[in-house]
């Protein structure tokens, strides 16, 4: 469920959004089908503001059960497995350590670049749980290119003012091919899928 940060969102309210996608993808311990695992933005100042934001509130968020043991393990397994990735790097991670007894999952946020993360099938691979990588794309085409490289999906959302939603009419329009809702200026896990 790939969440994109248009440059007029992310200049108008980095802070906000970045707190609003935490909220997100620790819904249900991120236990959430909609959860958004990638985030893709464009290198800029403003996507460094949202980083720093996402990783001040990940700091926060206290480590929660998951629904079983089976299922943390296999959280812990896949972070452990992007954590050894190049090029990838931890930006946010709950500031209390989980209760491993407890089958406590923390908050983890990633970010990279698009180039590695299309070059490692390991960060396609889903980890079901409170995780996202946040990907830097260097121009608006290297994300309309992810865009239309998706597989079907449930959600995206699309993070943009009016005028960057004009601008991106393209974006809208691959989107609209493949996944069954798009959503503006919000994040899956607060929608009902019907």
Request: hydrophobic residues 35%.
């Given at each position: 469920n790939p969440v994109f940060l248009l440059p007029g969102a992310l200049k108008e309210r980095a802070a906000s959004i970045a707190e609003a996608y935490i909220g997100s993808v620790t819904m249900g311990v991120g236990q959430f089908c909609t959860n958004p695992a990638i985030v893709l933005g464009i290198k800029s100042p403003e996507l460094g503001t949202f980083l720093e934001n996402a990783g001040q509130h990940a700091a926060k968020v206290a480590p929660q059960t998951m629904l079983h043991?089976?299922?943390c393990e296999a959280y812990e397994a896949g972070t452990a497995v992007w954590s050894t990735i190049s090029g990838l790097k931890?930006?946010?991670?709950?500031?209390?350590?989980?209760?491993n007894d407890a089958?406590?999952?923390?908050?983890?946020?990633?970010?990279?670049?698009?180039?590695?993360?299309?070059?490692?099938?390991?960060?396609?691979?889903?980890?079901?749980?409170?995780?996202?990588?946040?990907?830097?794309?260097?121009t608006l085409e290297?994300?309309?290119?992810?865009?239309?490289?998706?597989?079907?999906?449930?959600?995206?959302?699309?993070?943009?003012?009016?005028?960057?939603?004009?601008?991106h009419a393209a974006l809208i329009r691959v989107l609209e091919r493949k996944v069954g809702r798009i959503i503006f200026n919000g994040f899956g896990t607060g929608i009902e899928p019907c």
């Open positions: 043991r089976g299922i931890k930006v946010g991670t709950s500031a209390v350590e989980p209760d089958s406590q999952a923390a908050c983890r946020i990633f970010t990279t670049t698009l180039d590695v993360l299309e070059s490692n099938e390991e960060l396609r691979r889903e980890v079901f749980g409170p995780c996202s990588i946040v990907t830097e794309c260097a290297e994300m309309l290119r992810f865009a239309n490289s998706l597989e079907g999906q449930l959600t995206a959302a699309i993070h943009g003012t009016a005028e960057d939603l004009r601008t």
